[in-house]
């Protein structure tokens, strides 16, 4: 069974930055995709940001390109969300989650943490 814990989040001021982190426990932790999702109040969950687990190929939607960076470190089981100029419509819950194999769904699901930008 894999674990995934993130780190807080917090409360921002508009332009500012945060970093979120993922670690993964459990069982070898080798998926094939890490990725982001957010969800904000009233709203779907939403897709922001992808990462291969071996290689470094991402994706990010279009309204936070330039702004969010995905990264890994394989050796720690960790996956960050970078956030820069962060602006209030950012504001949400986020989840890291995890795909374990090509054209899965994500099977596994952090806790989720808040992230409120003040504008």
């Known amino acids: 069974q894999v674990q995934l814990v993130q780190s807080e989040g917090g409360l921002v001021q508009s332009g500012g930055s945060l970093r979120l982190s993922c670690v993964a426990s459990g069982r070898t932790f080798s998926p094939y995709l890490m990725g982001w999702f957010r969800q904000a109040p009233g709203k779907e969950r939403e897709f922001v940001a992808t990462?291969?687990?071996?290689?470094?190929?991402?994706y990010y939607r279009d309204s936070v390109k330039g702004r969010f960076t995905i990264s890994k470190d394989n050796a720690k089981n960790t996956v960050y969300l970078q956030m820069n100029s962060l602006k209030s419509e950012d504001t949400a819950v986020y989840y890291c989650?995890?795909?374990?194999?090509?054209?899965?769904?994500?099977?596994?699901w952090g806790q989720g943490t808040q992230v409120t930008v003040s504008s």
């Open positions: 990462i291969t687990w071996s290689g470094d190929w991402t």
């Open positions: 989650a995890a795909a374990l194999r090509s054209g899965s769904s994500y099977d596994y």
